[in-house]
Every structure is written in structure tokens, then in C-alpha cells.
């Protein structure tokens, strides 16, 4: 479903232009408002509709498919940590979802590595990727190579 | 007026294209090159970019070993049943051995990952899959990327590689535009990790007019991995295995909670169970090695997705369509329900409008599957690609040349779609091979692999005046006509798009012609693919977006011209359901059980194409049996 901008809730922010994976999201230089320039490459993915702070981007169902008269409106709050929807269908129906997006603090989580305790030669020459190997399984295991796990690699047809 | 070139010096690391591959990358490098210079160039923002852009509902390759629930190998057998053989076994075990590290951290770093009330463990959808909340997987990944690169450039459509002019087949950076300012900007850096994306829009989509952008694959995924690769001169491998996707009609809802989770199942237009019926005759086509209905029904081997697919596309041919998917049942549960619901919401928005504006409740009726077009990649079931080396402890001589992931132009590595062989590696196996493959380029540089290295000014000129040529082409000829957009002198991106995807619609095995190609079509296809690149020359773009578009169309375009070669070289049908060779309808392992190996001459354009040995991982069982079998 291609997104639209509403006219009269639109403020030309640009938010939906900064974001867009599919670079569509234009500002209309007379209306100096948002809008879809290329709806044939809109992937639906909600991007804008979630980014724009004034609620003012819809989408409406590919017209070649689609008939008219339905809705999937979202709101993503990211300090609550969560994401709502409601869908409305063309008879009436009505169904509300709520997710979480995320379980921590936005970002805080996650280490700079440029202050990680640097890697060692030993490091280096093994098969590890950093943290690993405690967080391959939590525990103390060791990486799986082939000898450990009694393989071996074989050239040709083996089943 | 020329644009204004800007310059970034002495990367180390540079990435090109940060979907979940290319921040995998950009995050590990940090932590093995504390010291290097690691930048990032991506052609959306990288907060909403690739195909992860929308998020996920679950992720698809975790190995759950910290619970004793899968190895590594057994990840391995699975990815090579499914792809009828056809797998680079060393990198599939490279990447299921540390795939877990990295979901570990997702979890730390926030992303909600579902629990099984019971066990406390995460919660399985199948034997590989677990279920999240992932509508912010995109930006918490991108979050990791930005802690670690030094520099993020948004909005840079990287069009060529640049080769060093020193040392041949070597890297020396990478160079594209800017799709806002216009300006021309160079990465001159020792390594380059190619996290750009598969290819969507290369064969003609089913759906018209604007539901064209309802694609599987997401619109922007360029197959930009392969045409940056490729013209550079990297050898690819596998470029035959476009994926067909059996989905829920014109939205391409996915359907792996649906089957794993939920239960539901598959029943043509007369309420009958169809599949089975179809597998005596696939099973003459491939052969009992890879079809054994009574082994997949005893044990955890799957039928490949391709021949599940054929079932479909056979079943509908035989004028007992449409299809439906089974969900009446499982949705009287509010629970599932919910799950089904959520599933979308979270990854493909757009079926569920589509339900919506069709008044499809899937408690009350049961929604219609269909196959999609071909698409072309190296994540899901299907493994397009480039030849990349393997790790040092577990490939054979053939798969191994000094660095892990590292293409056959030396200091390029790639990850995600870039890498072929690698089907399966979905979202956390792509973040997965970024990180090994970011070891593997530090290491590179510390050998003092990328000494001397020297571009050219002359090659840095050449390629300005090729990326802005469209435009000048625009403006020279814009006014021979008074209006529109048709011109003696010129194309635009979208009426070539359009050429691209009917020919390979209709000579490489599209969905018009039931996925059914040949030698005579094939070579058909390559001609017009050739006569369709002296156009590229002509293509004209009014702005910077249509400049990207041109671009991408170029990338396309090179895609599937390696695609109809490789097509054109493996003489068997290897994957019934994904495409069929009419002048070899059987899958031929005598001939055939190798590995499609290409190389591309920059220089004069022609193809060398080569069988690669398919290594196996045995263990003592197999061994066994295959000694018994002798």
C-alpha cells in the first residue's frame, strides 16, 4: 500500500525524506508538504508513517489489488518501549495489537568496543569473535571446530 | 557545472551497504581493529535500511546449543538438503558454530526475544527459528554500527569499486554519489566489506501499476552486491539459484509462523491434500537422495522448499487452484490468532492492508498462497553470491585462500547476500558473517596486506564522469522533444527496469512461462541482454533520484546477466519449483554435483565459467554409510 501524506496535517519537517529506505518520500516544492514521488517502489514498510511526528502519513492498499474503505494505522513510542496498532477492515472490523520493541534503554546496552579490554595475539590467531567463546553457549564450552565435533570434509556425493 | 568531489582518506575498514551484514561488520571491526579508521557508506539510513528495514517477527537461524538443541552440522545437513545439495559446507558451518554469540547479544542490547513460559528458553517456531518482537531490530543493530564506525555516510549510492593501480586485483575503495547534495564522494580504504544487497525487480513481478512495489524482496534490494562485484572482476558462484517464494497471495505475507507455529496447512481449490500426490513423479526427476517422502515423515529432514513449491505451481496447472492456506483452525485460538496478526504487522505490514481492505479474517475464511517471481540472493533458501574464502580450520584447499570471506579480489570481503553458498544465514546469520568477516580484513591489514596502494587520479575521473553521465545525457537531449518522456535519444530507469524484467520474465524462466527456460532462450536472453547495455549508455536522469534508479538498474542489469550465464552453463534441473531447463528436465548428479563457478573480464566483458567440487561435511555415521554404499 503505497503511503500518502495528508495536506492539512503535514508540516514539511522531511522526517519521512530522512528515513525512507526507498528514497520516495519527497517535499512538494509548491506545497512545501511530503508526498510519495514513485509509489511503484513504496514496499509498505511504515517507515515514514512511524518517523512522522505530526501522524500525517497513511497508506492506502495498492490500488491493483486493494479496494478502498480500510485502514492499518501504527504509533511507535520509543520511550515506552512499544508499538500499537489498529487495523480497520473495509466491513467495520476492528483489531488492536500492542508489541514491545524493545527490553532496555534505548542504545545503553551496548558496548563501545573502542573501550573493550584489547584483543590479545591468542585471540587473534583463534577462531573467536569477540565475547565468544562465553556467549556461543553461556557457559565455558569451547567454539566447535570440525575435530570436535568428529568431522571431516569430503569432495563428491555422500547420502 | 561538475559536481563537487569530496574525498575520505585512509579508511581501513570501508562498509558498503549496512544492512544486517554490513553492521555486523562495522560492530566487530571495532573490537579487532581498536585503532582503524572504519567507515560506513550506505545508500538509504542506515536506522531503516536493507531488507530488515521493516523488522522481523522471528529469527531464523539460531542453533539454540547452550541448550544441547542443534550443532552446528546439523544446521549444515538441514541448509544442504534443502538446497538439493548445492551448498559451500565449510562457510555454513563457520556461520552456524558462532550464530548463537550473536543473538546472545541481541538479546543484551535489547531486542525482545519470546520465551517459553515453561522451559524459560527461547521460544521455538521450528527447529531454527525463534520468535521476537523485532519491529526495532533494524535500529538497535544500527546502534551497535554507529558505537563502532568512525563515520556514518547516509544517503551514498556506491556505484563502483575502485582497484588499486599498483597491485592488480586488488582493493582500493569504493566510489559513488550522494543522492541529496549530489556530490561525488571517493573511500579510498585498504578493505572493503561488501554488505550490500540481493536482488528484487530483476524478473517481471506478478502484481501491475503500483502493487509492482508489494515485492517480496524489498524494491531496494538492487542486487547492487553482485553488480558492484561483478564489474570489478570477482568470481561468483551459484548465480542460477533464483528462489521462488510459495506466499500468501499479492501481499507475500510470509508463511513460516503459519506452518511452524500456528499449525496451519495447505490444501488446494477442492479441499484435498495435494502434495503428496505429486512426489512419485518429482522423485524420478531428482532422485531418492534428495526426495524420500517416508525418511522426511520419520525424522527432521525437510522437504526442499523448491520441490514444495513445484507441488504448488503443479497442482495449480492442473486446474485445481487456488491454493488455500489452512488457518480457520488455529485462528479460533485468540492467542494464535494474535500471533498471526503480529507476525505481519511486524514484517510485512502490507498483507495485512491487504486483509483489511478485502475483508480477509483468516478465522472465518481460509486466505489464498500463490508463487511468487523468481528473485535473486544469498540469505534465504537459495545461495546467489560470490566465491569467498572459508576459514583456515575447516575448508579444504579449493574454498580457502588466506581470509575468511575474502572474494577473489584480495582486501574484498563480503557478507549477507554478498557471499555465496551461504543459503540460510537469514538476519542473524548475515550479522554473523559481517563479524567474521571484519576479523578476517583487520588480520588482512595487520599482515600488511594492503601496503602500497595507489589510485589513480585518472581512475578516479573516469568513473565521476560515468556515475553523472545519465544526468548530462538528460540535459543534452531534454529539449530535442517538447514534453514526456519518450525520446529518440534516450531511455529513462524505469522503461529499462521494464525491458529487464519482461526479458527475463519471458527468456530466463520468469513466472508467465512457469518458471521453464532452455538453452536456445537462454542465449536469446544474453543477446538482448547485451543490446540492453548499449542503452544503459543512452539512459537519461532528470534528478539525483533518477540517478540512483539508474544506477540500480545498472547493478540489475549486470545480476542478470551473471544469473542467464550461469543458468546457461548448469545443463540439468537441479531445483524443480524454483526453475525448470526444458532441454534437461532431470537433476544429473553425475555431471552436476559441483558447484557453478563465473568470472566476469572487466576488460572485455566475456564470461569464463567453471565446476567447483562440492565438499560435504561426514561425520562417522555417514562415513559408515557411505562406505557400506560403495
Keep these: 500500500?503505497?503511503?500518502?501524506?495528508?495536506?492539512?496535517?503535514?508540516?514539511?519537517?522531511?522526517?519521512?525524506?530522512?528515513?525512507?529506505?526507498?528514497?520516495?518520500?519527497?517535499?512538494?516544492k509548491v506545497n512545501r508538504r511530503a508526498y510519495n514521488i514513485e509509489p511503484d517502489m513504496c514496499w509498505e514498510c511504515y517507515s515514514c508513517v512511524k518517523a512522522c511526528p505530526q501522524n500525517a502519513i497513511d497508506a492506502r492498499g495498492y490500488a491493483d489489488f486493494a479496494p478502498l474503505g480500510h485502514s492499518v494505522r501504527v504509533r511507535r513510542e520509543e520511550e515506552k518501549g512499544t508499538i500499537s496498532w489498529r487495523i480497520k477492515f473495509r466491513n467495520g472490523t476492528e483489531k488492536n495489537f500492542l508489541s514491545p520493541i524493545t527490553t532496555k534503554p534505548w542504545g545503553e546496552y551496548i558496548p563501545k568496543l573502542k573501550d573493550a579490554a584489547a584483543p590479545t595475539k591468542d585471540m587473534r590467531d583463534s577462531q573467536h569473535l569477540y565475547s565468544e567463546p562465553k556467549y556461543i553457549r553461556m557457559d565455558e564450552g569451547e567454539v566447535h571446530t570440525l575435530e570436535s565435533n568428529g568431522l571431516k570434509m569430503k569432495k563428491g556425493v555422500y547420502y | 557545472m561538475s559536481p563537487k568531489t569530496i574525498v575520505e582518506d585512509d579508511i581501513d575498514i570501508l562498509v558498503a551497504g549496512a544492512g544486517l551484514g554490513g553492521t555486523g561488520a562495522a560492530w566487530e571491526a571495532r573490537f579487532w581493529g581498536q585503532d582503524k579508521k572504519i567507515v560506513i557508506a550506505e545508500k538509504a539510513n542506515i536506522d531503516r535500511s536493507g531488507a530488515v528495514a521493516q523488522g522481523l517477527y522471528a529469527i531464523n537461524c539460531y542453533m539454540g546449543t547452550r541448550w544441547g538443541e542443534n550443532n552446528p552440522e546439523d544446521h549444515v545437513r538441514y541448509a544442504r538438503i534443502d538446497l538439493m545439495g548445492m551448498v559451500r559446507e565449510d562457510l555454513l558451518f563457520d556461520m552456524a558454530r558462532h550464530v548463537d554469540s550473536t543473538v546472545h547479544q541481541f538479546e543484551d542490547w535489547g531486542l525482545p526475544i519470546m520465551k517459553d513460559p515453561k522451559t524459560g528458553q527461547y521460544l521455538r517456531e521450528g527447529r531454527w527459528q525463534i520468535m521476537i518482537h523485532g519491529e526495532s531490530y533494524k535500529p538497535i543493530v544500527a546502534e551497535a554500527a554507529k558505537k563502532s564506525a568512525d563515520k556514518v555516510f547516509n544517503r551514498i549510492c556506491v556505484t563502483h569499486l575502485l582497484l588499486d593501480d599498483a597491485k592488480e586485483n586488488r582493493i582500493a575503495g569504493a566510489v559513488g554519489f550522494n543522492v541529496r547534495t549530489g556530490d561525488y564522494h571517493v573511500f579510498k580504504s585498504k578493505t572493503v566489506i561488501c554488505g550490500a544487497g540481493g536482488a528484487s525487480n530483476i524478473f517481471k513481478p506478478r502484481s501491475v501499476g503500483e502493487g509492482a512495489g508489494r515485492v517480496w524482496y524489498a524494491p531496494w534490494s538492487s542486487g547492487s552486491a553482485y553488480g558492484l562485484m561483478i564489474n570489478a572482476g570477482a568470481k561468483m558462484t551459484q548465480m542460477e539459484n533464483r528462489i521462488v517464494l510459495a506466499r500468501f497471495k499479492d501481499g507475500y505475507g510470509p508463511v513460516g509462523a503459519y506452518f511452524l507455529h500456528l499449525k496451519t496447512y495447505t490444501q488446494n481449490g477442492m479441499g484435498e491434500e495435494y502434495e503428496s500426490k505429486w512426489f512419485p513423479g518429482l522423485q524420478e526427476m531428482v532422485g531418492k537422495e534428495y526426495l524420500d517422502p517416508e525418511v522426511s515423515h520419520r525424522t527432521h529432514r525437510?522437504?526442499?522448499?523448491?520441490?514444495?513449491?513445484?507441488?504448488?505451481?503443479?497442482?495449480?496447472?492442473?486446474?485445481?487452484?487456488?491454493?488455500?492456506?489452512?488457518?480457520?483452525?488455529?485462528?479460533?485460538?485468540?492467542?494464535?490468532?494474535?500471533?498471526?496478526?503480529?507476525?505481519?504487522?511486524?514484517?510485512?505490514?502490507?498483507?495485512?492492508?491487504?486483509?483489511?481492505?478485502?475483508d480477509v479474517d483468516p478465522k472465518n475464511e481460509n486466505p489464498e498462497l500463490t508463487t511468487s517471481e523468481p528473485y535473486v540472493m544469498g540469505s534465504h533458501a537459495t545461495g546467489c553470491g560470490g566465491w569467498a574464502s572459508g576459514p583456515e580450520d575447516v575448508s579444504p584447499p579449493e574454498y580457502f585462500w588466506g581470509y575468511n570471506r575474502m572474494m577473489t579480489i584480495e582486501g574484498l570481503f563480503g557478507a549477507g547476500d554478498a557471499v555465496g553458498g551461504t543459503p540460510h544465514a537469514f538476519s542473524s546469520g548475515s550479522f554473523t558473517e559481517g563479524r567474521?568477516?571484519?576479523?578476517?580484513?583487520?588480520?588482512?591489514?595487520?599482515?600488511?596486506?594492503?601496503?602500497?596502494?595507489?589510485?589513480?587520479?585518472?581512475?578516479?575521473?573516469?568513473?565521476?564522469?560515468?556515475?553523472?553521465?545519465?544526468?548530462?545525457?538528460?540535459?543534452?537531449?531534454?529539449?530535442?522533444?517538447?514534453a514526456g518522456t519518450v525520446s529518440p535519444s534516450y531511455i529513462n530507469p524505469k522503461q529499462g527496469l521494464d525491458r529487464l524484467q519482461k526479458l527475463m520474465d519471458e527468456y530466463c524462466g520468469g513466472v508467465t512461462v512457469g518458471y521453464m527456460t532452455n538453452e536456445k532462450l537462454l542465449n536469446i536472453c544474453l543477446k538482448k541482454l547485451k543490446v540492453m547495455e548499449e542503452d544503459l549508455e543512452c539512459l537519461a536522469a532528470k534528478d539525483l533520484h533518477e540517478l540512483l534508479r539508474a544506477w540500480e538498474l545498472k547493478h540489475r542489469h549486470r545480476t542478470s546477466e551473471c544469473v542467464t550465464q550461469h543458468t546457461l552453463f548448469r545443463k540439468e534441473t537441479r531445483w524443480p519449483g524454483y526453475y525448470y531447463r526444458g532441454d534437461a528436465m532431470k537433476l544429473d548428479d553425475e555431471n552436476w554435483h559441483v558447484l557453478t563457478v563465473s568470472r566476469r573480464d572487466p576488460e572485455t566483458g566475456e564470461y569464463t565459467m567453471e565446476?567447483?567440487?562440492?565438499?560435504?561435511?561426514?561425520?562417522?555415521?555417514?562415513?559408515?554409510?557411505?562406505?557400506?554404499?560403495e
Excluded at chain 2, 316 to 343: C, S, Y
Excluded at chain 2, 441 to 470: H, L, M, T, W
Aim: hydrophobic share 40%.
Design chain 2, 302 to 358: 525437510p522437504i526442499p522448499t523448491c520441490l514444495r513449491n513445484h507441488a504448488m505451481i503443479s497442482e495449480v496447472n492442473a486446474g485445481r487452484g487456488p491454493i488455500h492456506m489452512v488457518t480457520m483452525k488455529a485462528f479460533q485460538d485468540p492467542h494464535l490468532e494474535e500471533v498471526g496478526w503480529e507476525n505481519f504487522l511486524g514484517m510485512t505490514v502490507g498483507q495485512a492492508v491487504l486483509w483489511a481492505a478485502t
Design chain 2, 436 to 482: 567474521l568477516a571484519a576479523k578476517a580484513a583487520c588480520k588482512y591489514i595487520d599482515d600488511g596486506k594492503a601496503n602500497g596502494i595507489v589510485v589513480s587520479e585518472k581512475q578516479i575521473e573516469d568513473r565521476k564522469k560515468e556515475i553523472f553521465a545519465p544526468m548530462e545525457r538528460y540535459r543534452t537531449y531534454r529539449n530535442e522533444i517538447v
Design chain 2, 611 to 629: 565446476k567447483a567440487p562440492c565438499y560435504h561435511l561426514i561425520g562417522e555415521e555417514e562415513e559408515n554409510q557411505a562406505i557400506a554404499a
Design chain 1, 1 to 28: 500500500m503505497p503511503t500518502f501524506v495528508y495536506m492539512t496535517r503535514c508540516d514539511g519537517c522531511g522526517h519521512c525524506v530522512d528515513i525512507c529506505p526507498s528514497d520516495i518520500m519527497h517535499i512538494d
